[in-house]
Nanobody, 127 residues
Framework: QVQLRESGGGLVQAGGSLRLACAAS????????MGWYRQAPGKQREYVGK???????YLELPLKGRFTISEDYAKNIVYLQMNSLKPEDTGVYYC?????????????????????WGQGTQVTVSS
């Protein structure tokens, strides 16, 4: 299966920038798309965006213009570039992958989808 590891979190002042990286390892051929979620203190985890293998990017509307997602396919790394950071961007940022694999039983193909998650990286934006 796929393993994900985030890096790049830290403390930044409001208005600053950070770039998070998520490195995928293991069965990377099983990945369909990769993206990011975040969880602020005391709140539920929320969707940030994702990038598909065809390069198309989906970002939550309020984050467009400040956040971008890109991928280095050769290195199996997805990046989250965050600009003009605000204190409300503070939280733990998690890398996520939609993945799946085939199992053949005779001539029948069965597909098993699964989610992969990283351990998270802390982003703190001070005012």
């Amino acid at each position: 299966q796929v393993q994900l590891r985030e890096s790049g979190g830290g403390l930044v002042q409001a208005g600053g920038s950070l770039r998070l990286a998520c490195a995928a390892s293991g069965s990377v051929s099983e990945i369909i798309d990769m993206g990011w979620y975040r969880q602020a203190p005391g709140k539920q985890r929320e969707y940030v965006g994702k990038i598909r293998k065809d390069g198309s990017v989906y970002l939550e509307l309020p984050l467009k213009g400040r956040f971008t997602i890109s991928e280095d396919y050769a290195k199996n790394i997805v990046y989250l570039q965050m600009n003009s950071l605000k204190p409300e961007d503070t939280g733990v940022y998690y890398c996520h992958a939609d993945a799946g694999y085939d199992v053949w039983q005779g001539s029948e193909r069965f597909y098993y989808p699964y989610d992969a998650w990283g351990q998270g990286t802390q982003v703190t934006v001070s005012s």
